[in-house]
């Protein structure tokens, strides 16, 4: 920093990236503090520090942006170590840069001191079972970290977080915008923004992590800020329950994230920072066995926050937030932690899992069930926001199962390109309540509402469209690399071959398009079936729609195949822009080509099938909807028609209904056990066991004690003392009786006890 | 000033809550007020030395009595007045010296029934004289003397003050409490003995059992004495049954003061008394109070989800967090005190804090039963507020102070001293993760049981329940900046405590396997 020759100066926005989250942190206090005195009520300071943070966020973006479009110019030059002052910034270099390319997008980290804890002195490697005898080298190099226990917090920036940077903020400034009208005049209209600033401020947070106990800290604020925005409106029990089922669920999970941090934090030599964790990772420092009993413990974590089976079951009920939450639970904050950590740390889960070469794996599994399970759900749901907390949960499925076969960057570019059409499906959902007198029952009281409501319909197609994988809207794009990323589909090379979750992806592409096109019929096609007239929203929560869904439809265009672009006789440089960006120089150069992590290549074949799958299924449901409707045009009741015909279908219709009894399962029998007779059997346990030994024990000490009285005391004492308090007052009768019969009982029992104990002494020594 | 702090500043800060009872003594009953202003200002007395010492104290030579003094005492039995502060013992000096002073204002229109504030606010300065003079005893006699002087005004403020059952519950607390008390003596007397050494100073014992050739046997045994005399202060599973009783009817003063530094006295003797001087038998008895902590966890957790009195809640949790604190300890690492000792902090502060609340509803709704409560964010949202923030520090939410002493007490147990078995340990670990989502549970429930909804029709136009009001802000501010600032800033204590912990960790280290 002072002198010239000391290598790179990191950007301005680099060291000072703190700021994004710092400023909506800074609005939660200001307006819990003021906001109530102010003309708009507090929304104004919350609206004002999220475009401040927005614009960093875009400084922040484009400065990366820049960086790596230098970098691969100057084919990547070596970075050194960087000290300034008690800052340190470390700019890693790709050690395996030089051999596969520029080393693009080494993260730049950021830290200061946190806490000191610990000397060290019981670093020393001990193998309780002494099995991993360390010759000298090896020892001295996995205590070489140990110098110093200074745990850090700083932040991290690199392609991931930047990424998610802009995301979050873009969505939240919308969503800040929107509420102003939505939740217009609530009874805790201040209240809800400053815990807007927070959800949003504690989401940043943890997406600047530089080590995985700041992430811990920025998880779990961020669950205790939904946990207090869906229970916005706790006055109504259900609310209260959907907030208490949503933060015990994720306490579920956390379980996990705890014990995995601690195993990785000493495996990595006592570090918390990701940097290190994920180097040794991939350099086999840290040993296959644990990598993987690490990656289960978080995948726990993940299974909780990002909704997937069978820890999923908090995020529908979840929708009784207020819906611009919901948008925001599911766009950019809360669900999409999970799928950020495991970016992160994606070396650990990536050695853990062994994704390279293989063809299925917890992660992937677990992603591919979700996907199906969460889509067909979606089928059976009467409330708008159900089906798209079913669809979040499908998509969220999608998003683990690519990460899961070694997709990182189709990955991330799904949850990239689904924060923007589910945003908007979620506020044009709020948008259709609005004007249907706040109810979100799709086959009471909606229908028709295309006619009324124009700018919510065509934002809602636009939106369902990108959802259901229509190209060449974002969701095609993203959702195309996922399918070509399993690998298994002839030709298209991958990670591994990873069968089960193509044809998991199939299904759901397929399923997308169904449940979105029986959505879009109930709620925008036929008849009105509600009260009232409705009408369109006001510019407010239009507008936001509008950007939701021009995003929408563009961003998809950020990570086109070179093929593609080929094909469009576009320039090169246009081709996985996306790609180039985000993914991290650790995970493609650390990982290496010696361990398999390779791109997929793209498949015309693969593309046609999937969009045709998705079409034609969307196409069946029409035509289902509009044959219904011509029986009878308050097609509603018949929905379900055939259901009724078939047993075998009336049966998994009610396995769907019933969300596969997994409710059932969690509230009445696991947690209706352990606070039912689980609880009460140890407190029975407390009051009658423990307790009658402790009373056994006092009494046969008082009758030690009357015993030693009668044949010690008798004639010293008498009886007058005990008789004579009776009367006194309350207190004073206390008193008076401790001073007589009882002080000496316990007197009595501490002599027992010395010398019982005093007798074990003698025969010790 | 620098002098005379190092010779009178630590007996000052003991002492002065003695005057101000000696004071009070003399002054008739009636004066109310002015007994409350002499209990205060005696409080607030010691308080200023506390800051005094705090400001002077070396924080660079954490891991060395400071302000030390030795002077003759009882020269028949080699007793001395040792005295000093270290890492280890200032935060739990400060807590105290936060906390005392704030149940006296909180006093000021609380005095429970039967009243006579002249009698509860002197007992009150008695054990404030009582815990800050056992938190800096270096002394087994001195120590013991200290423990004791505790025992009896907590006695009478449960006994004379309390609920219901209050002889029951004040007869239990002072009988169990007594009993371990008396193990401690024996063995503290045996410790005397077995070293030949004609010391009772700690540093010197422990110097004199490493030097000597004690039996194994014979150490763990004298630890067995220790262990009942502060586990059952702890408490610890299953010795735990007194503290149920004692807190649901003690009065809230009485709770908070038990809560926030009681309980401390007992696990503060583990890391003070019992691990340096005897560490072979603390590496023996690790296992097992290890085993008894996480029990401790679960167990206290499903108490709690069992009870239907608020108050009786709250108590049992105390169960479950000082089982994380034992574990913590039960590592015998650097990384496990240093927990151990903000967990101590941790608790106090928050524990304190709902008891206080506890309290306050008490006062307002004249009951604590979950069932019939609700609604008190519609009715007191301030103190619905308060009540939300300090759940959910106390269930271990990171960025407010409950986590620092719950996370690395789990992290520390997956590595324990190399001494013990990793794999016990690590089941541990597990065992321990799984108690924070069942205190999520409980604490929510309470939480949403009482905050959330509307108020039942029974209370729904009570004018008697009104929001937090003026003593009751000046008491409760002070305990939730900590707990918030603390969240974010672990190093406040961290850093105080890091040397001596570690004094600790080297000690078990260097006994070798």
């Known amino acids: 920093m002072f002198a010239a020759e000391e290598a790179v100066a990191n950007p301005w926005i680099y060291d000072n990236v703190w700021l994004i989250p710092a400023l909506p942190a800074a609005s939660f206090v200001l307006i819990l503090f003021f906001g109530k005195r102010l003309p708009y009520k507090g929304a104004e300071i919350g609206i004002t520090a999220l475009l401040a943070a927005f614009g960093l966020a875009l400084i922040a973006t484009f400065t990366w942006i820049g960086d790596i479009q230098g970098l691969e110019e100057s084919e990547g030059e070596e970075h050194a170590l960087v000290t300034d002052g008690g800052t ?36 020393v490697t001990l193998g309780s079972d002494g099995v991993e005898a360390v010759d000298g080298a090896e020892g001295e190099e996995a205590a070489e970290p140990s110098s110093g226990f200074n745990i850090s917090i700083g932040t991290l920036v690199d392609g991931q977080s930047v990424m998610l940077l802009f995301v979050v903020t873009f969505i939240s400034l919308l969503v800040h915008v929107y509420s102003t009208d939505y939740v217009n005049g609530d009874r805790r209209y201040t209240h809800y923004f400053a815990f807007l600033s927070l959800f949003t401020a504690s989401m940043l947070f943890m997406v600047l992590a530089s080590s995985t106990l700041q992430m811990i800290v920025g998880w779990e604020l961020v669950g205790v800020c939904s946990f207090v925005l869906i229970g916005h409106w706790w006055e109504e029990k259900p609310n209260s329950d959907a907030a208490l089922k949503a933060f015990l669920t994720n306490r579920v999970g956390d379980v996990g994230l705890l014990i995995g941090v601690t195993i990785l934090y000493f495996a990595a030599g006592r570090s918390f920072s990701f940097v290190t964790i994920n180097e040794m990772a991939v350099s086999g420092e840290i040993s296959q066995n644990t990598l993987t009993i690490a990656a289960v413990c978080l995948m726990a974590a993940v299974m909780s926050k990002s909704g997937q089976f069978i820890l999923h079951t908090w995020l529908p009920d979840a929708m009784a937030g207020p819906t611009p939450v919901s948008a925001l639970i599911h766009a950019a904050t809360m669900v999409v932690a999970g799928v950020y950590m495991i970016g992160r740390l994606y070396p650990v889960f990536y050695e853990g899992f062994s994704i390279a070469g293989s063809s299925i794996n917890l992660m992937a599994f677990i992603g591919g069930l979700t996907t199906v399970g969460g889509g067909a759900l979606a089928f059976v749901q009467r409330d708008i926001k159900k089906v798209l907390a079913y669809s979040t949960v499908s998509q969220l499925g999608y998003m683990v199962m690519a990460l899961g076969v070694g997709a990182y960057t189709a990955g991330l570019f799904h949850l990239f390109t689904h924060a923007f059409f589910k945003a908007c499906l979620f506020l044009g959902a709020g948008s259709v309540s609005h004007a249907c007198h706040h109810s979100f029952d799709m086959k009471a009281d909606m229908g028709g509402l295309r006619k009324y409501m124009p700018k919510t319909f065509w934002t809602f197609v636009i939106g369902s469209a990108a959802l259901a994988g229509i190209p060449p809207l974002a969701g095609f794009w993203s959702k195309d690399e996922i399918l070509v990323g399993t690998g298994a589909f002839p030709g298209t090379g991958g990670n591994g071959t990873y069968t089960i979750p193509l044809i998991f992806g199939l299904i759901t592409a397929a399923m997308t398009a169904a449940y979105m096109t029986r959505t879009i019929y109930l709620t925008f096609f036929g008849e009105y079936r509600g009260h009232g007239h409705p009408h369109e929203s006001g510019p407010r929560i239009t507008t936001p729609l509008i950007i939701l869904a021009f995003m929408a439809v563009v961003v998809g265009f950020l990570n086109m195949p070179s093929g593609f672009v080929d094909f469009l006789r576009l320039p090169s440089g246009w081709a996985h822009l996306f790609e180039d960006w985000v993914e991290p120089a650790g995970i493609a150069s650390f990982v290496g080509v010696e361990n398999g992590f ?58 769907l209904v019933e969300k596969y009894y997994l409710d059932h399962l969690y509230t009445d029998v696991i947690a209706g056990g352990i606070k039912g007779p689980v609880a009460r059997a140890a407190n029975w ?81 | 000033m620098q002098s005379f702090l190092d010779s009178w500043g630590i007996s000052a800060m003991v002492f002065i809550p003695l005057v101000g009872v000696a004071i009070m003594m003399l002054l008739p009953e009636k004066e109310e007020e002015l007994h409350k202003t002499i209990a205060l200002l005696a409080s607030v007395g010691a308080g200023i030395f506390g800051v005094l010492l705090l400001a002077n104290f070396d924080y660079d030579r954490s891991g060395e009595l400071q302000f030390a003094v030795d002077r003759r005492w009882i020269d028949v039995i080699n007793a001395r007045y040792t005295i000093g502060l270290d890492g280890m013992s200032l935060p739990l000096v400060a807590l105290t010296l936060l906390v005392v002073p704030l149940v006296i204002v909180y006093s000021w229109n609380h005095i429970p029934e039967p009243g006579n504030a002249k009698a509860f606010l002197m007992l009150t300065l008695v054990l404030h004289t009582g815990m800050l003079g056992t938190f800096v005893a270096g002394d087994l006699v001195l120590f013991f003397v200290f423990f004791e002087v505790v025992l009896l005004p907590m006695y009478f403020m449960i006994g004379v003050w309390g609920g219901e059952q209050r002889l029951y519950a004040a007869i239990k607390f002072f009988l169990y409490t007594l009993f371990g008390s008396a193990l401690m003596l024996v063995s503290f007397l045996a410790l005397y003995w077995s070293t030949g050494s004609a010391t009772f100073n700690i ?12 039996s194994l046997r014979t150490q763990v045994l004298i630890f067995g004495g220790m262990f009942m005399g502060f586990g059952i202060k702890v408490p610890m599973f299953p010795f735990h049954t007194w503290l149920p009783d004692a807190h649901t009817e003690a009065p809230t003063q009485g709770s908070v003061i038990l809560a926030a530094v009681l309980l401390k006295l007992g696990t503060y003797g583990f890391i003070r008394i019992a691990i340096p001087i005897l560490p072979e038998a603390a590496v023996e008895w690790a296992p097992y109070i290890g085993l008894l902590a996480v029990i401790g966890i679960i167990y206290g957790a499903l108490g709690c989800l069992a009870q239907t009195d608020m108050k009786r809640l709250i108590a049992f949790s105390s169960v479950a967090h000082m089982g994380y604190v034992m574990l913590g300890i039960a590592t015998l690492t650097d990384f496990g ?77 997956y590595d324990p001293a190399p001494q013990l078995n990793e794999s016990l340990f690590r089941v541990y670990m597990v065992i321990a993760a799984i108690g924070t989502v069942l205190a999520a549970a409980y604490l929510l429930w309470l939480l949403q049981r009482t905050a959330f909804g509307t108020p039942s029709e029974e209370f729904a136009d009570d004018p008697h329940i009104h929001d937090t009001v003026f003593t009751e802000w000046v008491a409760w501010v002070p305990m939730l900046i900590p707990i918030v600032v603390l969240g974010f800033v672990p190093s406040l204590i961290f850093d105080v405590t890091n040397d001596s912990a570690s004094l600790i960790g080297d000690v078990v280290q260097a006994l070798g396997r």
């Open chain 1, 88 to 123: 340190q910034t470390v700019v890693l270099t790709a050690e395996a840069g030089e051999e596969h390319g520029p080393a693009r997008g080494a993260p730049v980290v950021n830290e200061v001191e946190w806490f000191g804890i610990g000397t060290g002195a019981n670093q």
């Open chain 1, 598 to 655: 390779t791109h997929a290549k793209p498949s015309l074949l693969l593309a046609i099938l999937a969009t045709g799958l998705a079409v034609g299924a969307g196409v069946v449901v029409w035509r289902y909807y509009e044959r219904l409707y011509a029986k009878d045009p308050k097609a509603t009741d018949y929905v379900d028609g055939p259901v009724a015909n078939n047993e075998l279908v009336a049966a998994g219709h009610r396995v």
């Open chain 1, 685 to 765: 346990f407390n009051q009658n066991v423990l307790d009658g030994v402790v009373h056994a024990a006092a009494r046969s000490s008082v009758g030690l004690g009357r015993f030693v009285y009668r044949f010690v005391d008798q004639g010293l004492v008498d009886g007058t003392v005990n008789a004579s308090g009776r009367t006194a007052s309350e207190s004073g009768q206390f008193l008076r009786r401790v001073q007589t019969g009882q002080v000496r009982e316990y007197a009595t029992l501490m002599f027992g006890a010395a010398a019982v104990l005093a007798a074990v002494f003698i025969f010790a020594f």
């Open chain 2, 203 to 214: 540093v010197e014992l422990a110097e004199q059992v490493a030097a000597r050739d004690i």
């Open chain 2, 337 to 413: 005190i240093n927990a151990a000792i903000f967990g101590m902090v941790a608790h106090g502060l928050i524990t304190g804090m709902l008891f206080f609340l506890a309290g306050s509803v008490k006062e307002r709704y004249h009951t604590l039963e979950i069932r019939r409560l609700g609604g008190l964010l519609v009715q007191a949202p301030r103190m619905g507020w308060i009540l939300g923030i300090t759940t959910m520090a106390s269930l271990g939410l990171p960025g407010l102070a409950g986590f620092w002493g719950e996370f690395p007490a789990i992290l520390a147990s």
